[in-house]
C-alpha cells in the first residue's frame, strides 16, 4: 500500500515538473529574435540600460546604433565600459547620450566628447534604491546574460551588482544570451525569469577582459607598508588599479592566512591569493568561507575561476557596500587609491578639476564601514608625485584640491594616508597635525612649498621645525 502511494505521488510530481518545463520551452521557443528586430523597442526619449561592465550587450549594442537615424534623445545608462559602446559612435550624436554610473577609460573617454557622454555621481551603495523607489524609470533594459536554467532564469552572473532593480523597474526586458558567460553563484539578486523577458538574443561573443595594471617600483613600495600592516584573518577589500594590484600580489606571496573577502569589485589578485592558499574566510563573521563580490572584471582566467566556484558569491551592491555590513565583519581592510589629497584631508579619486577620471563607487563607504569594523582600518594609497601631460612632475599632495576637483572620501572620514614616503592616520588629529603629517608623506621636493602654503592657510605651527 505504502509502496503504491509513493509511486503515485512520484509519479505526479514528475508530472508536474514536466508541465513546467513544456511551459518554459514554450516561453523559450516564442521570444527568441534577431537584435534588429529586439532593438525596435526602443522609441524616441527612452531611457535604456545597459546594464554594467561584462554585462553590457554586444549585439543589441550595435543593432541599437544602426538604428541612429531612426530615434531621437535617447538616453543609455551603464558604467565600466570594457570596449567602447557603439552607441557612442560619431553617427550617434544627438541620437544617443551616453550616462555612465563609473567611470573606465573608456567611459572617461567618451563623455569628454562635447554633448556624447555626461557621468552620473552616485553612492554606489544607493544604486539599486534608486530603481526600486521610481526615482529613476527604465524603458527597455538591455543585458547580456547566461543560458536559461531549468528553472527559466537568466542569470548575470559576473555583475550582481543592481541589475535585479533594473530589471523589476524596466517596462521592457531584453536578454542577450551568451552561452560564454560563466556560471557564477550568488546570494540573491543575480537573475532574472523568462516570464519577465520580453526579447531573447542569443549570441555568443568572447567576454570582454580587464588587463591588470602594471606596478611600478613605487607601487611596490607602498604595498609593503600596507601589507605589513594586515594581521591574519584579516577581511579584504581592495580598489581597481597598478596599487591595489600590487598589493594583493604582495599578500599572494607573503605568509598571511585565513583571509576573508568582502568587496565592491572582485580583481585578479584576489584569484592569485586564493590559489595561493591566503584566504579561506574562515573567521568572516558574515558569509563565512565565502569570498563575496557586487561585480568582477578582469581576465579570462579569472572568469574560469569563478565559473561553478562555489565558494565566491555575487550579491546586490546594497548588501556589499552598505557600511552597516561591512562594520559587523571583524577586522575589515579596506583598500582604495585616490588621484590627491588637500593638507585638510579631503579626498578627491574620482577628477581633476571638472573632468571626471572615475566615479565615487565605494571608496566613501567602505572608508565608514572599515572604520566602524571591530580591528579594522582603512588605507587610501597613491604615490607621491604624477606625472602631467606636459612632463612636468607635480605632487598629488595640495595646500588645497584644485578647483572643480571633488571631494569623494571628506576630511572627518579620512583614515591611513599613503605614499612610498610613509602612513599618516588622520585620525584624531587637528589641522596642524594633519598638515604635518601629510607634508611627511609628500615628494621632498615639495614639502617647503606646502609649508608655505600651509601657513598662508593658519594650519602651520611656526614651532615646529621639519628639517
Not at 581633476?352 to 569594523?373: N, V
Not at 601629510?438 to 621645525?465: C, N, Q, S, T
Request: charged share 20%.
Amino acid at each position: 500500500m505504502e509502496d503504491s502511494l509513493l509511486r503515485k505521488r512520484t509519479g505526479t510530481f514528475n508530472r508536474y515538473i514536466g508541465e513546467i518545463m513544456d511551459y518554459l520551452m514554450e516561453q523559450y521557443k516564442a521570444k527568441p529574435t534577431t537584435p534588429e528586430e529586439a532593438v525596435t523597442a526602443v522609441k524616441d526619449g527612452d531611457w535604456v540600460d545597459f546594464g554594467f561592465g561584462v554585462n553590457t550587450p554586444e549585439a543589441l549594442d550595435k543593432a541599437l546604433a544602426a538604428r541612429a537615424w531612426e530615434v531621437w534623445d535617447v538616453n543609455i545608462r551603464g558604467g565600466i565600459s570594457l570596449s567602447e559602446p557603439a552607441v557612442t559612435g560619431p553617427s550617434c550624436v544627438g541620437h544617443f547620450t551616453w550616462n555612465p554610473w563609473h567611470c573606465s577609460g573608456i567611459d572617461r573617454k567618451v563623455i569628454g566628447t562635447g554633448g556624447m557622454g555626461f557621468f552620473a555621481p552616485i553612492r554606489y551603495a544607493d544604486l539599486p534604491k534608486y530603481y526600486k523607489n521610481n526615482e529613476i524609470h527604465v524603458n527597455v533594459a538591455m543585458l547580456m546574460t547566461g543560458p536559461m536554467d531549468g528553472d527559466g532564469y537568466f542569470s548575470f552572473t559576473l555583475t550582481t551588482s543592481h541589475l535585479d532593480a533594473v530589471c523589476r523597474n524596466a517596462d521592457i526586458v531584453i536578454v542577450e544570451v551568451n552561452r560564454n558567460m560563466p556560471h557564477a553563484f550568488s546570494k540573491e539578486g543575480s537573475k532574472v525569469h523568462i516570464d519577465d523577458v520580453k526579447y531573447i538574443v542569443e549570441h555568443d561573443s568572447p567576454l570582454r577582459t580587464l588587463a591588470a595594471a602594471p606596478s611600478t617600483e613605487i607601487d611596490n613600495k607602498i604595498a609593503d607598508l600596507i601589507v605589513n600592516e594586515i594581521p591574519n584573518g584579516a577581511c579584504l577589500q581592495l580598489g581597481i588599479g597598478a596599487m591595489p594590484n600590487a598589493i594583493g600580489q604582495k599578500i599572494a606571496d607573503s605568509d598571511l592566512k585565513d583571509l576573508g573577502v568582502h568587496t565592491e569589485m572582485y580583481v585578479d589578485a584576489f584569484v592569485e591569493m586564493t590559489e595561493k592558499g591566503r584566504i579561506t574566510g574562515k573567521f568572516k563573521n558574515l558569509d563565512r568561507l565565502h569570498q563575496v563580490y557586487a561585480f568582477a572584471a578582469g581576465s579570462q582566467k579569472m572568469y574560469d575561476f569563478l565559473n561553478g566556484n562555489t565558494e565566491v558569491l555575487g550579491a546586490p551592491v546594497d548588501y556589499t557596500n552598505n557600511p552597516a555590513v561591512v562594520a559587523q565583519i571583524d577586522k575589515f581592510y579596506s583598500i582604495n587609491n585616490a588621484i590627491d589629497i588637500d593638507l585638510f584631508g579631503q579626498f578627491n579619486a574620482e577628477s581633476a578639476g571638472t573632468k571626471q577620471i572615475s566615479g565615487t563607487g565605494g571608496q566613501l563607504d567602505f572608508a565608514i564601514g572599515a572604520y566602524q569594523s571591530n580591528g579594522g582600518k582603512s588605507f587610501i594609497a597613491m604615490t607621491s608625485t604624477y606625472t602631467n601631460k606636459d612632463g612636468g612632475i607635480e605632487s598629488r599632495i595640495r595646500p588645497t584640491l584644485a578647483v572643480g576637483s571633488v571631494v569623494t572620501t571628506p576630511r572627518s572620514v579620512t583614515q591611513y594616508v599613503v605614499t612610498e614616503y610613509g602612513m599618516f592616520n588622520c585620525k584624531g588629529k587637528s589641522l596642524w597635525q594633519r598638515a604635518e603629517g601629510l607634508i611627511d608623506l609628500a615628494h621632498p621636493d615639495f614639502r617647503e612649498d606646502l609649508i608655505k602654503e600651509a601657513d598662508k592657510m593658519g594650519v602651520w605651527r611656526r614651532v615646529h621645525k621639519r628639517f
